[in-house]
């Protein structure tokens, strides 16, 4: 028999947990910061070579834990 919160009344037929809300959040920050990341780089660079710009910031954003994993621990 399941364990039942009063939390639970808040998601819609008991399917929706809470690492979904946590799950759509993070995720929705991560989407926007990306954004931000990418209108932010091309502010500063200039619209010539803003592609080259945004492309080396998330190679770098994306290879920076390789570098030094033990700061993401």
């Not at 998601?11 to 809300?21: C, G, K, N, P, T």
């Not at 993070?26 to 954004?35: I, K, Q, V």
Request: proline share 4%.
């Amino acid at each position: 028999m399941e364990k039942e919160y009063p939390t639970s009344q808040l998601w819609s037929a008991r399917r929706s947990q809470l690492w979904h809300v946590f799950g759509f959040l993070f995720g929705s920050a991560a989407a926007l910061d990306a954004l931000v990341h990418q209108t932010f780089v091309a502010e500063l660079v200039g619209s010539a070579v803003s592609r080259v710009a945004i492309a080396t910031v998330g190679t770098t954003w994306a290879f920076s834990p390789m570098a030094h994993p033990s700061w993401f621990l």
